[in-house]
């Protein structure tokens, strides 16, 4: 069964950076965007931002200009650039994709392939 392996996690002081990588177990996997959510302790798996087969990006707002999604075509990869991280942003980090849909790539509908999740922990 296809599934995503999410990478690059870790403990960061406040103002620090990661990037998060994610890649297929299936590399011919097809697939029209990817996408990053997390889920803090206690709460909802929220969206971080999405990046469509066109290379269009798009974002929460608690994440505008401090996270950044990107793709390596040929790697099969997908990354998350995290600056300036706040305590706030503490979660498992999770991608996933799936095909072209009707539903907002903010959400969670058009997504039928999940990783394992990446523990991301912001403290000093």
């Known amino acids: 069964q296809v599934h995503l392996v999410e990478s690059g996690g870790g403990l960061v002081q406040p103002g620090g950076s990661l990037r998060l990588s994610c890649v297929p177990s299936?590399?011919?996997?097809?697939?029209?965007?990817t996408a990053w959510f997390r889920q803090a302790p206690g709460k909802e798996r929220e969206v971080v931002g999405a990046?469509?087969?066109?290379?269009?990006?798009v974002y929460a707002d608690s994440v505008k200009g401090r996270f950044t999604i990107s793709r390596v075509d040929a790697e099969k990869m997908v990354y998350l650039q995290m600056d300036n991280l706040k305590p706030e942003d503490t979660a498992v980090y999770y991608c996933?994709?799936?095909?072209?849909?009707?539903?907002?790539?903010?959400?969670?509908?058009?997504?039928?392939?999940w990783g394992q999740g990446t523990q991301v922990t912001v403290s000093s």
């Open positions: 996933a994709s799936g095909l072209k849909s009707t539903f907002s790539v903010l959400t969670t509908r058009p997504y039928s392939y």
């Open positions: 990046i469509t087969y066109d290379g269009d990006a």
């Open positions: 299936d590399v011919t996997m097809p697939y029209y965007a």
